[in-house]
């Protein structure tokens, strides 16, 4: 299987066997002293500012105790998308998206091709606060889906996305998701 890295000076495949997660994007290295730790070191928690550090996208497929019948489909699994944002003072935050062909269309192929084609590095912003970030997740495009009349193609892979965002400025400023509707 390929996956892509995204770095700062451009696109990159690498060849690996398996399905490994597929990093999407990530800027620049993280110093070695901060890597595989829990929480970040309190000095980095005192940052005002923070952006993403690092966008991976995992195919994750689940078998199902029995299998789930109804008129369109009959499910024995699900094959889900599960998004992991990390923040440049390490917080970590997760989503996860059900592309479902029978509903929208979306496989979990065309989930994963459309978070690769996408410019999400091109639109990282500072975010100071909870409220900031919530306001950029909202801002976030995926590349578009051609012949999609509905908008809605790409619904999984942007709520994936978007709630890995959300979670991890969330857990960085101490805000409940919930606030994101306030």
């Not at 990093?23 to 901060?34: D, Q």
């Not at 000095?43 to 105790?65: D, S």
């Not at 789930?68 to 998308?81: E, Y």
């Amino acid at each position: 299987k390929i996956f892509q890295k995204f770095t700062k000076t451009g696109l990159r495949e690498t060849a690996v066997r398996g399905k490994p997660p597929g990093l999407l994007w990530m800027a620049g290295r993280l110093p070695a002293s901060y890597s595989g730790a829990k929480r970040p070191p309190s000095v980095l928690l005192k940052r005002v500012v923070v952006k993403i550090a690092e966008i991976t996208a995992y195919q994750v497929r689940i078998p199902l105790r029995k299998a789930i019948r109804h008129a369109s489909h009959v499910r024995t699994d699900t094959n889900n998308l599960v998004i992991r944002c990390v923040l440049d003072d390490r917080t970590e935050g997760w989503g996860e998206g059900v592309p479902r062909d029978y509903v929208t269309g979306e496989t979990i192929d065309s989930a994963l091709a459309l978070l690769k084609r996408s410019d999400l590095s091109g639109q990282r912003e500072d975010c100071p606060d909870f409220a900031r970030a919530a306001a950029f997740a909202e801002r976030l495009r995926l590349a578009q889906v051609p012949g999609d009349d509905r908008s809605c193609q790409g619904n999984a892979a942007r709520c994936a996305l978007e709630l890995a965002v959300l979670d991890a400025y969330g857990r960085r400023f101490g805000a409940p998701l919930s606030d994101v509707t306030r």
